[in-house]
Structure formats: C-alpha cells, structure tokens
C-alpha cells in the first residue's frame, strides 16, 4: 500500500535562510509526487510535480523539489525563505494505477524575523 | 473564471441534523473529490468522481453520500451529524483523474455539536 510521511510536523526558520521541508513516500508501483501549499485559512494550491524525466523539479515561488528514487524521498527546498512563505505544506503521491492521491500529514513552515 | 467554489464558509450543525455541501467548478474538469481535513491527519478522500453519473467513495465515505448529475456540481451530503464530522472539507476538480493539477475551493468550516 501505498504511504506519505513528513517528517517533521513543524519546521522554524529565519527569514532568508534556506529550509529543506522533507518527505518520504512508500510504493511498490511507479508514482507521481507532487507538493501543494495551504497558506492560512485558503485553499490548497499546487507549488511543484514529478510526473517522469529530470529528478529535479521547480515550482511556483522559488520552491524546487528532488526525487530521489533509491531513498524514496521528495524533499522540497528553498534558498531563502521569506516572510511570505508562511504556510502548511503537503506532499503527496499517486500511483500510475489509480485516481487517489495519498496525503502526509502536513508540514508547518513558521518563518521567525 | 471562478474557479472551483464552495458554499456555505461556515457551518455549525446539531448532532442528527443533515445537510449538503456545495460545490461548483466552471472549468469543465471531469475529476471532482471531496476531503476532509483534520489537524496532524492531512487530507481524507471522501468520495470522487470521474465524470457526470459517476461516484466512488474514498478512505472515509461513511456518512456522506454525493452525487454528480452534472458535470459542474458535486454536492456532498450529511446524512446525520455527528461530532466526529467537525472538520474542514475541501472539494477539489482536475481535468482528469491522472497526474493533473487537482485545483482547491476555500473550504467549509464544519462543527457538529
């Protein structure tokens, strides 16, 4: 069965520091991965995805994301983080096979000034 | 466009009462799904649709019930409220069920007391 883990249900960082929100995911199958941002009391939006090719994957607003196939991890990263970027991320995979997404619990990116 | 829209924001309910959550998107996406959101839990698929006519239920469909006779609504239904149903739900729309980008409504704040 396929499974989301986010390692750290909390991450601070000061502002313009990088930050690196991790992800692991479990699959027998080939799988889609994706990032999707929550900023407070909003939807949920898209930031980044990894459907086949380049492991290295770039998203909205600086964000960029590496598969890594032998680790099975989907880290997303950025160089330098502002204030603005204060919000809940999700990483989520899907199988070829199948409509559903898997969903990690979530990480909550606290930027301190 | 709208986007994908959600009715009502806000809800409070009583234990045993039924009501409908609406959903709309005008993107003439075929994919819809209903989740749920609880803190530390990420997101729960409820039930999804692949097209007008046709339903399957997700991870946790008990006590909900949906529909799709168009290809722009997908109401989801509270049968009767129970306090383990205070929750956010989300309703999501994607060109397709495949590795598409899923787009988010603002959600509704649901309490059951």
């Known amino acids: 069965a396929q499974s989301v883990t986010q390692l750290d249900s909390q991450v601070p960082v000061f502002e313009e520091a990088p930050v690196e929100l991790r992800c692991n995911y479990s699959s027998s199958v080939s799988v889609y991965l994706f990032w999707y941002v929550q900023y407070p009391n909003q939807g949920l939006q898209l930031l980044l995805k990894?459907?086949?090719?380049s492991t290295l994957v770039k998203g909205i607003n600086g964000f960029e994301a590496e598969f890594n196939k032998s680790q099975t991890s989907f880290h997303l990263r950025k160089p330098s983080v502002h204030i603005s970027d204060t919000a809940e991320y999700f990483c989520?995979?899907?199988?070829?096979?199948?409509?559903?997404?898997?969903w990690g619990a979530g990480t909550k990116l606290i930027i301190k000034p | 466009n709208a986007g994908v829209t959600q009715t009502p924001k806000f809800q409070v309910l009583k234990t045993g009462q039924s009501m409908t959550l609406q959903c709309a998107q005008d993107m003439n996406h075929e994919y819809m799904s209903w989740y749920r959101q609880d803190p530390g839990m990420g997101l729960r698929l409820i039930h999804y649709s692949v097209g007008a006519g046709i339903t399957d239920q997700g991870e946790v469909p008990n006590g909900y019930n949906v529909s799709r006779s168009t290809t722009e609504d997908f109401p989801l239904r509270l049968l009767s409220a129970a306090p383990s149903q205070t929750s956010v739900y989300f309703c999501?729309?994607?060109?397709?069920?495949?590795?598409?980008?899923?787009?988010f409504g603002p959600g509704t704040r649901l309490t059951v007391l």
């Open positions: 989520a995979s899907r199988a070829d096979s199948n409509y559903q997404l898997i």
């Open positions: 999501a729309s994607s060109l397709a069920g495949g590795p598409d980008t899923q787009y």
């Open positions: 990894y459907l086949s090719g």
